[in-house]
T-cell receptor, first 114, second 111 residues
């Protein structure tokens, strides 16, 4: 079965650079959640989308923006990167908000900011 | 007070034993409760979720929810070395559908 795809899997950037992370949900899933997990930390919710509209907003910095496209994939754009942005970023794919029985996480993007 | 609290561990159990993982939450209005497994450097994987007081079983896993005491636990029967991972508890609260995670408990199952 098709799984959640995230690209790139690993990314190394310098401070003040920009980065774009992509999440491709499972076919027919219309909901994407983004989380950030720093080393040894619990996952922190950033932002979510349902049917191409932002549905919830968490602790996403103003330097970050995100959107969901017509094919339901989502992109997280990060600018003016800081050392503290180094983390695992993963997205969750759901067949609708609150559809937890069909909740799958992508493998994540490991971002390292030098 | 953090919304979801877990003992960071590590919890060490012998192979074949029952592992018991606990989680408390602060919002009495929390609605949905989740257990995830996370291997080092990987994304979480949903084990199960529970809405109602009582037990919910899925294979070797049993989630137990006690809303009056505001805790949820996960029992893993016949623990295997492959169960060694961090177990994350998460809850939804305040009308949100977004799970809020605890910091996780590290489980080590030794042969």
């Amino acid at each position: 079965a098709a799984g959640v795809i995230q690209s790139p899997r690993h990314l190394i950037k310098e401070k003040r650079e920009t980065a774009t992370l992509k999440c491709y949900p499972i076919p027919r899933h219309d909901t994407v959640y983004w989380y950030q997990q720093g080393p040894g930390q619990d996952p922190q919710f950033l932002i979510s989308f349902y049917e191409k509209m932002q549905s919830d907003k968490g602790s996403i910095p103003d330097r970050f923006s995100a959107q969901q496209f017509s094919d339901y994939h989502s992109e997280l754009n990060m600018s003016s990167l800081e050392l503290g942005d180094s983390a695992l970023y993963f997205c969750a794919s759901l067949a609708g908000v609150g559809s937890y029985n069909e909740q799958f996480f992508g493998p994540g993007t490991r971002l390292t900011v030098l | 007070q953090k919304e979801v609290e877990q003992n960071s561990g590590p919890l060490s159990v012998p192979e074949g034993a029952i592992a018991s993982l606990n989680c408390t939450y602060s919002d009495r209005g929390s609605q949905s409760f989740f257990w995830y497994r996370q291997y080092s450097g990987k994304s979480p994987e949903l084990i199960m979720f529970i809405y109602s007081n009582g037990d919910k079983e899925d294979g070797r896993f049993t989630a137990q929810l006690n809303k009056a005491s505001q805790y949820v636990s996960l029992l893993i029967r016949d623990s295997q070395p492959s169960d060694s991972a961090t177990y994350l508890c998460a809850v939804t609260a305040g009308g949100s559908y977004i799970p809020t995670f605890g910091r996780g408990t590290s489980l080590i199952v030794h042969p």
